[in-house]
Structures are given as structure tokens and as C-alpha cells.
């Protein structure tokens, strides 16, 4: 069952990219705060790749991951609490807009959406902080900025993914017809869960 809030957004596309290219790390850890926690997903030509923000700086996986440059990086997104900016290539560069959450009589919702990553690697070290996922036989490989522990994982259910990803839809009302539609999709957090903790989170949704 999907729970209700009124959150509403304010979408700001004047966003100062002069220096993005520059240095990626530093313009991301430069923004303003979006809550307490801040996360970076970024899709690149060569993979995915995972970062938070810690102590003023984008702290990065250390293995496994393709680096954070702009030849390669195709869209990424800095979210937190309260709000998301989101960078992605045109043919005529990179484009931004920033997203800042506010109370709205329209309202939105949150779904809880998983990742890949069906056990962690061991023998690989991503980091303080970091998880190396891996999910298939494909052997699809990506860390993520959370602690992913042992019990997170289950033998019962050997194909359950505990690292979930949130996301939160925004309505908007058309003033003419009064149909109501999503406006805009941000991310908002991310955590691990056991399966335990999953069916405990279903039986109070439902």
C-alpha cells in the first residue's frame, strides 16, 4: 500500500556547471546540503558508479568501479533527504537541474525499489563504508555506499537482493482536465535490509 505525504518540488535548471568538467569530485562536494546523507549514482560508458559524501568531500569506491570523468560519464545523480540534482550529457554538453523539496497539497509517494547483488565479494576491499555487490552468473559486480553485512543475506533465499534503492514520485493536477499524473521521479536514499526485516516492512505497508 502506498503511503501519502504532502511533499511538493521546486525544479531550478540554472544550475552553475562552469567547473563540472574541471574537477567532478570537488563540484559535487561543493553543492549545498541535501540532508544529513548524500549518495551519488552515476552511470558512465563503462559502468556504475557509487559515491557519498563525507566530512566535505565525494568519497569513491576504491576497486571495482569505472572512474568519475566527463568523457565517459553519460548522467549522474546527488540526492539526500530533501532534495536531488541531476546531470546528464547532450550533444551540446552537460545539463543540470536541481530539485528541492517543500510541503505541497498535491502530495507524493515513495517506492522502495532493489539492486542488484544477491551476495558480497569478500576479497575485494571498496572501502570504508563501501559493499562490492555481486548478483548472477554474469558475475555483475557494483559498490554501493552502505555496509552490506551477513546477515543481510539468507541461505533460504539465496536469490534475495537486501540493497534497496528510494525513490519519490511527485503529482502534479492538470488545472484544465483534472487529471492527475507523476511530474517528477528523485531519488531519496538507499539501505540494506535483511529478509526478515522485508517481511516485518511488507505486513506494516499492508
Not at 576504491?62 to 546527488?78: G, I, K, S
Request: with cysteine.
Amino acid at each position: 500500500m502506498r503511503k501519502l505525504a504532502n511533499w511538493g518540488f521546486t525544479a531550478d535548471t540554472t544550475v552553475d556547471l562552469s567547473t563540472f568538467t574541471t574537477d567532478m569530485a570537488a563540484w559535487f562536494a561543493a553543492q549545498p546540503s541535501l540532508g544529513d546523507e548524500t549518495w551519488l549514482l552515476a552511470y558512465a560508458e563503462d559502468g556504475v558508479i557509487w559515491g557519498k559524501l563525507e566530512h566535505g568531500k565525494l568519497a569513491l569506491p576504491q576497486t571495482d568501479t569505472p572512474p568519475l570523468a566527463p568523457l565517459t560519464l553519460l548522467e549522474a545523480r546527488l540526492f539526500g533527504e530533501t532534495g536531488e540534482i541531476h546531470i546528464w550529457r547532450t550533444d551540446d554538453g552537460f545539463r543540470a537541474c536541481r530539485v528541492t523539496e517543500h510541503a505541497s497539497e498535491f502530495g507524493a509517494f515513495d517506492e522502495w525499489q532493489r539492486l542488484w547483488g544477491t551476495e558480497a565479494d569478500g576479497t575485494s576491499n571498496p572501502g570504508d563504508g563501501f559493499t562490492l555487490l555481486v548478483d548472477g552468473q554474469e558475475g555483475l559486480r557494483h559498490a554501493v555506499p552502505i555496509d552490506v553485512r551477513p546477515h543481510h543475506f539468507t541461505k533460504r533465499h539465496p536469490r534475495f537482493q537486501p540493497a534497496l534503492i528510494q525513490t519519490r514520485h511527485y503529482f502534479q493536477v492538470d488545472e484544465k482536465t483534472g487529471v492527475t499524473s507523476i511530474a517528477l521521479s528523485r531519488l531519496v536514499s538507499i539501505k540494506a535490509e535483511s529478509y526478515n526485516e522485508y517481511r516485518e516492512r511488507v505486513k506494516t505497508d499492508e
